[in-house]
C-alpha cells in the first residue's frame, strides 16, 4: 500500500506543477504570439483534473 501513496502524492503534485506550467507558459509566451500562447497554457492547464484523479485513485 505504501507504493500506492506514494505514487498518489507524485499525481498530486504533478497537479499543482501542471497549474504553475501552465500560467508561466502563458505568461512567458505571450509575447511572440498571445493565441497561441493562451491555448497553450489550457492544454497544460487540463492536465491537472487528470492528475488530480488519479491521485484519488491511487489514495484508495
Known sequence: ??????LSN???FASL???ACSILTWVS???A??????RFGIFIGLWAPTLMGLANYYRK
Open 17 to 19: 506543477a501542471s497549474v
Open 1 to 6: 500500500m505504501k507504493t500506492n501513496s506514494n
Open 33 to 38: 504570439d498571445p493565441a497561441h500562447a493562451e
Open 10 to 12: 507524485l499525481c498530486f
Open 29 to 31: 509566451v505571450g509575447d
